[in-house]
């Protein structure tokens, strides 16, 4: 094999639609596969910075980018984000995933960007096992959100671009060796973990870099991503500090802003004064109806639905409504937003190139239905991940685009949203909206959404009635959870006790239930993770009751004397949680259906095989035998407690999801049923 790794050229992008269709593990999959046209959007889309492909041949075998924005996040000043890292399995053993991030760093240290980003699935032991050996670091939330990935950063381009110019010749000598960067840190763990140390109220890692016989240790502050101090230690055992160039650029630590209220009644509007973000809210729905990014006026810092970076805005009030004004240079972003009789309306004028923006829809429980304006035909799914419309999440650029005028509606029991599209709008997923913003013979781009009252809900089914065989239970306080649960004969839970191992995108699965507590489910910056248990000890005080004193959490399985009662699981969190979570994982019958009422009427029979997401009050799962288990809140349950059914490719995960900020300990009951 003769492997090369160059820049990208054009017609590299069919070769890296098939690569990306060809395995299933790549980093940004979309259901389907994508196009050329895809890639080349994307690329553009990005403000791509630098972007690397290895070809064997003729053959592109892995490729490397380096963005300044992606659907999901935008980078600050001297910041780039590496995605679309991908290496063919055959080559994965060998050194070309090592050769593929050392061209991108040691480009980073020739460019004016020094800090690089990434995300990374913390199952995927061998990746993540990768960034930590080359110099990654977590400086956040150091377990996965609900997409999965933990983000990690990595500060070499910019320690060595700062002590270059006091590098003796023999220094640089071992530093214009290096091939690949595995054996140039310092050993870190492989555990999720936040390698954050604040030092003097400054938030500080620190990195040892190996330079063959020498030693550069280097003390870096994340807020401001600049280097703040570096040493280095020679082969006698001497050593003195090195002179620090401070990089390019300057960051501001963000200001605080408050948000803005707009529109009367039961729907109203907010502003995030920080980032330009609008939300829109109505009375007894838990969490925004709608959430609309600002678009930027900087293309390369468009904010994503996951992540913006603050911006200065003048915010003033106006009938109805808000205007909200970026200012850049002589030019400025302005756009004036108004929420009367539940129709919102945002209007955007710039001075230069509009960019886009993203939709994400609130209602977590209900009905997508997509009248399509170019064959007439209507067709209706649940709301949810991967239901109905592929999940183009992690490619942008492959969102299906409906016809030009079709109709969007989601309906829960509460509220109906209501968006026209058109000829710029990608459908990214069943509650995300990528809108492209082309100013009309005026000059101004709108976009309209309205909120009002959905269909009236039909009654749905009812479980059939409870069997009554004994039931056997077993917790372990070392697994931190119920480790079996048989009815009768019938295996309810499944568990690798007493082994631990990955579970989709947690590392650590152990029990059949648990509990954990996580970000909160509306949070756009992370949302619900996927019940990744802390290292803190489990304490079993009495029978199936488990006590974490560290976390504050104490939950327990209550039993009925009576067989076919329903199991309860009590929960107690501290009031310091943002969300406390009971986590299942039934043993579900591949061939089974998975059952949710829709709100607005019926039920919805979905596929296990398959992988998608969807939030529920209350789901039934088949087991072996034909019983199945039925799951939903306990008695006086509050408004806001859901189930979220992930169907991952290693089985069916349910989380069941609590509030649990406030000023007290909150406690919630789980009600577990197995039917006949």
């Known amino acids: 094999m003769s492997i090369t790794v160059r820049p990208y050229q054009p017609g590299d992008a069919h070769d890296i639609a098939e690569l990306y269709s060809r395995y299933p593990d790549n980093p940004n999959p979309v259901p389907g596969g994508i196009s050329a046209g895809h890639v080349e959007r994307e690329l553009a889309g990005r403000h791509t910075a630098a972007f690397f492909v290895a070809v064997d041949d003729e053959d592109v075998v892995g490729t490397f980018g380096l963005f300044r924005s992606t659907g999901r996040r935008s980078a600050r000043d001297g910041e780039l984000i590496a995605d679309m890292f991908f290496v063919a399995p055959a080559y994965r053993n060998g050194l070309l995933t090592g050769r593929l991030f050392t061209e991108a760093i040691e480009w980073m240290i020739r460019s004016r960007c020094l800090v690089l980003r990434l995300t990374v699935n913390p199952a995927n032991a061998v990746a993540f096992r990768l960034y930590r050996r080359v110099g990654c670091v977590s400086v956040g939330q150091a377990i996965p959100g609900e997409d999965g990935n933990v983000e990690l950063y990595n500060y070499i381009p910019l320690i060595l671009r700062g002590v270059l110019d006091d590098l003796d010749q023999a220094v640089l000598a071992e530093l214009g060796s290096?091939?690949?960067?595995?054996?140039?840190?310092?050993?870190?763990?492989?555990?999720?973990?936040?390698?954050?140390?604040?030092?003097?109220?400054?938030?500080?890692?620190?990195?040892?870099?190996?330079?063959?016989?020498?030693?550069?240790?280097?003390?870096?502050?994340?807020?401001?991503?600049?280097?703040?101090?570096?040493?280095?230690?020679?082969?006698?055992?001497?050593?003195r500090a090195l002179r620090v160039t401070q990089p390019p650029y300057h960051l501001e630590p963000p200001k605080p802003a408050r948000s803005h209220r707009f529109g009367t009644g039961r729907i109203f509007g907010l502003v995030d004064g920080s980032d330009g973000t609008v939300r829109v809210f109505c009375a007894g729905h838990v969490g925004p109806l709608l959430v609309s990014t600002w678009p930027g006026g900087r293309p390369d810092r468009a904010a994503g639905w996951r992540e913006s970076q603050p911006c200065d805005l003048e915010i003033t009030p106006i009938d109805d409504g808000v205007r909200i004004v970026e200012r850049i240079g002589t030019g400025a972003l302005t756009s004036t937003v108004t929420l009367v009789d539940g129709r919102l309306d945002q209007r955007f004028h710039s001075t230069g190139p509009l960019g886009r923006v993203f939709q994400t829809v609130g209602l977590r429980r209900g009905t997508f239905t997509v009248h399509d304006a170019g064959t007439g035909a209507t067709r209706r799914h649940p709301i949810g991940l991967g239901l109905g419309v592929r999940d183009a999440s992690e490619l942008v650029a492959a969102a299906q685009r409906p016809a030009a005028g079709s109709e969007l509606t989601w309906d829960s029991a509460l509220v109906r949203v209501r968006i026209r599209v058109d000829e710029h709008t990608g459908v990214v997923h069943s509650c995300l909206l990528e809108r492209g913003l082309e100013p009309g013979p005026d000059g101004v781009a709108r976009l309209h959404a309205d909120f009002g009252a959905p269909p009236s809900p039909q009654p749905a089914g009812t479980p059939a009635p409870a069997v009554g065989p004994s039931r056997r239970i077993r917790a372990d306080a070392r697994a931190g959870g119920i480790v079996s649960w048989l009815d009768g004969s019938t295996k309810v839970?499944?568990?690798?006790?007493p082994r631990r191992r990955p579970f989709a995108h947690n590392p650590r699965w152990s029990a059949g239930m648990w509990v954990t507590t996580e970000r909160d489910r509306f949070s756009r910056d992370s949302g619900v993770g996927w019940g990744v248990a802390s290292d803190t000890g489990w304490e079993e005080k009495e029978p199936l009751r488990l006590v974490?004193?560290?976390?504050?959490?104490?939950?327990?399985?209550?039993?009925?004397?009576?067989?076919?009662?329903?199991?309860?699981?009590?929960?107690?969190?501290?009031?310091?949680?943002?969300?406390?979570?009971?986590?299942?994982?039934?043993?579900?019958?591949?061939?089974?259906?998975?059952?949710?009422?829709?709100?607005?009427?019926?039920?919805?029979?979905?596929?296990?095989?398959?992988?998608?997401?969807?939030?529920?009050?209350?789901?039934?799962?088949?087991?072996?035998?034909?019983?199945?288990l039925h799951c939903r809140p306990g008695p006086g349950a509050a408004d806001d407690v859901e189930i979220v059914v992930r169907s991952a490719p290693g089985g069916l995960l349910l989380g069941c999801v609590a509030q649990a900020g406030g000023i007290e300990e909150t406690r919630n009951t789980w009600q577990l049923t197995v039917h006949s």
């Open 178 to 239: 290096i091939t690949a960067f595995g054996g140039v840190t310092g050993a870190r763990t492989d555990d999720l973990r936040n390698d954050v140390e604040v030092v003097g109220g400054v938030r500080t890692v620190t990195y040892r870099l190996v330079l063959g016989p020498f030693e550069v240790t280097a003390v870096v502050d994340v807020d401001r991503g600049t280097l703040l101090r570096a040493r280095i230690a020679h082969p006698d055992g001497s050593g």
């Open 493 to 497: 839970l499944r568990s690798p006790y």
């Open 548 to 628: 974490a004193v560290d976390q504050g959490l104490d939950w327990q399985v209550m039993v009925p004397a009576d067989p076919a009662g329903a199991v309860l699981v009590d929960v107690r969190a501290p009031a310091s949680a943002e969300e406390v979570v009971l986590w299942l994982t039934p043993n579900v019958v591949p061939r089974g259906r998975v059952t949710v009422p829709d709100p607005t009427g019926g039920v919805w029979q979905l596929d296990p095989a398959d992988v998608w997401q969807i939030w529920t009050r209350e789901v039934t799962v088949p087991l072996p035998g034909g019983r199945r």
